[in-house]
């Protein structure tokens, strides 16, 4: 597919149905993120595919923006890995290197006829402390994924973009 068709068709789902991810496709979208760039290549982006029904429960208590999807991934960065910027104190690449991550894997499900959706809402050290997560890792996004229900569209300002000259400025 065509990389600005792409961008331009895909959308939050945010209604899926039952049918579990093709392991086939699970494997191209995990080696997608695996392919994203990261600060000097460090890597330290890390993906949980949650799956059973107890963590997913967990995951619905944490967030109302899990949309049923039977897959849910986790997006976290080790703090002990990411890039750390020698010119400013507190600047580091994790968050970045994930959302790169995160990027990736979106489009390709896209590409490939499955749905997702980008969420924040939740509260991340609640979610780190009921996953049971590492100490020096922290989440950054949850994404529910899987193909699309019949009925899922997009929201009605999907197709809403300000002018290129509102975003971008030559200096």
Not at 5 to 33: C, G, N, Q, T, W
Not at 85 to 105: C, F, R, W, Y
Not at 158 to 171: R, W
């Amino acid at each position: 597919m065509d990389f600005i068709k792409l961008s331009a068709e895909r959308y939050s789902v945010r209604s899926f149905d039952d049918r579990p991810i093709s392991d086939e496709h699970m494997k191209i979208l995990l080696r997608a993120a695996v392919l994203a760039p990261t600060g000097c290549n460090y890597q330290p982006q890390r993906i949980y595919v949650v799956q059973s029904e107890e963590k997913l429960g967990k995951l619905r208590e944490i967030s109302r923006c899990t949309f049923g999807a039977k897959t849910v991934l986790v997006f976290t960065y080790d703090v002990t890995e990411d890039w750390k910027n020698p010119l400013e104190k507190g600047v580091h690449s994790g968050e970045q290197d994930v959302s790169i991550a995160a990027s990736h894997v979106m489009l390709q499900a896209w590409e490939l006829g499955i749905g997702t959706c980008w969420v924040n809402y939740f509260s991340n050290s609640r979610l780190e402390k009921e996953l049971g997560l590492p100490e020096n890792e922290r989440s950054v996004l949850i994404m529910p994924i899987g193909y699309p229900s019949p009925d899922a569209s997009p929201l009605p300002m999907h197709s809403e973009y300000k002018a290129v000259e509102e975003i971008v400025k030559f200096i």
